[in-house]
């Protein structure tokens, strides 16, 4: 199974990790978040989906990690890398969860920051 990234996945990607990037992912690798394939979905049918050559199977770190919201639950968001390229974007939640508004995505300090 292969397939472009969607526009909302890549969405979702560059602003989790241009808001919460832990790892260092380099400009070009950044730039290229558009151009990236779908090689997996995970098995437990939410939205989490893989770009490694390997699949689902991508072993790798933590590049990003943010919050958003979906269907008004927050989820956690999980950029992976390996060797510098892009692996993998985990959506982290109660079941099978959808990818989040976009426009939720927020650094896990931003989220949980006190009023």
């Known amino acids: 199974m ?3 990234i969607s ?7 560059e602003n989790a990790v241009r808001i919460g990037a832990v790892g260092n992912l380099s400009p070009e690798t950044v730039a290229s978040i558009r151009q990236l394939s779908v090689t997996a979905t ?6 989490t989906v893989w770009f490694g050559p390997k699949g689902d199977a991508a072993k790798g ?3 990003a990690e943010a919050c958003g919201t979906w ?3 927050t989820i956690d968001i999980i950029v992976w890398c390996t060797d510098g390229q892009i692996v993998g ?3 982290v ?4 969860v959808g990818l989040p508004d976009p426009t939720s ?3 896990m300090e931003q989220w949980f920051q006190a009023p």
């Open 61 to 63: 770190s933590i590049a």
């Open 7 to 13: 526009s909302i996945e890549a969405t979702v990607l």
């Open 42 to 47: 995970c098995k437990c049918g939410c939205a």
């Open 71 to 73: 269907n008004g639950v």
């Open 105 to 107: 995505v927020r650094s």
């Open 89 to 91: 974007l985990e959506v």
């Open 93 to 96: 939640g109660a079941g099978k």
């Open 2 to 4: 292969t397939r472009p």
